[in-house]
């Protein structure tokens, strides 16, 4: 008889099934049937109204810019943090981590304090024609800020297990670093940065503590989804809200499904490889 991997195999796979459905497929059910309830033709009457169809273009288009951003500067951080040793290189692996344990409502007033037309950063910008806070770069801003540590922590130990001298030695046969990168490096943290940048793009379409004071909330202009859902519930429409907020939803979970797909496939690749 072979050794179970985890004593008391049945009571921990019972408390975890039962903690998923209290924390998760529980809320998600009420949302579901609440929405369900509305009809079809109700259903599709709210979703495609202007004004929510207006806060899925700024939310998607924000959320797509922000991942774009978490893509690059949390690969540099990535790298910065696992390739190099300077002073103060554990007090910036730890403040990776701040968007975390910071409120995001924090977050947002911190972020408005430094941009806003009187802010620090403000009158240096206004000069230049670029606004930031109550606008649509700020929206980018603050989804970029709350989600980038997602690439940065997936990304982290999957470089950090790659062995260098695979780049010293395509190094040796004359690749130059950048061609070293692109065909060494690239392919080992492809997954990690897939899975890093799809977390982010979740992160980034249900936020709302940070946004709600940098993106002004002006409809059609700089309002996102989840404020419309707060505005629908803080009106006790709830079914309009649950009905946007099955919308989020579908999305994310057609994301994590492409994503687990893609990842599958990019690990079947690297092993046909080896």
Do not use: C
Not at 49 to 71: E, H, I, Q
């Amino acid at each position: 008889m072979s050794p179970r991997v985890l004593p008391g195999f049945v009571p921990t796979l019972g408390g975890t099934l039962l903690f998923l459905s209290l924390a998760t497929l529980l809320p998600l059910s009420a949302l579901l049937l609440k929405t369900l309830g509305l009809g079809w033709a109700d259903f599709w009457q709210i979703v495609s109204d202007p004004r929510a169809m207006s806060t899925y273009r700024v939310t998607l288009s924000a959320a797509l810019w922000a991942t774009l951003v978490d893509l690059v500067l949390g690969l540099v951080i990535a790298w910065i943090l696992v390739r190099y040793e300077f002073p103060g290189r554990r007090l910036l692996d730890a403040a990776v981590d701040l968007p975390f344990a910071l409120p995001t409502a924090v977050a947002g007033i911190s972020l408005v304090a430094i941009t806003a037309p009187n802010g620090w950063a403000g009158p240096f910008l206004a000069p230049l024609g670029i606004k930031v806070a109550y606008a649509f770069p700020g929206i980018v801003l603050a989804m970029a800020f709350t989600s980038f540590p997602f690439v940065v922590r997936a990304v982290q130990p999957v470089l950090r297990d790659l062995d260098p001298s695979l780049e010293e030695a395509a190094q040796t046969l004359g690749a130059r670093p950048w061609l070293a990168f692109r065909k060494v490096v690239l392919p080992a943290i492809l997954p990690a940065l897939v899975s890093g940048s799809s977390l982010a793009l979740a992160r980034s379409l249900g936020e709302f503590g940070a946004l709600v004071f940098i993106s002004g909330n002006l409809p059609f202009r700089t309002e996102i989804t989840s404020l419309l859902i707060f505005i629908r519930m803080s009106e006790f429409e709830y079914g309009r809200a649950a009905a946007l907020a099955s919308v989020i939803l579908a999305f994310a979970l057609a994301l994590l499904l492409s994503t687990n797909l893609l990842q599958a496939y990019l690990h079947r690749r690297a092993h046909g490889r080896t």
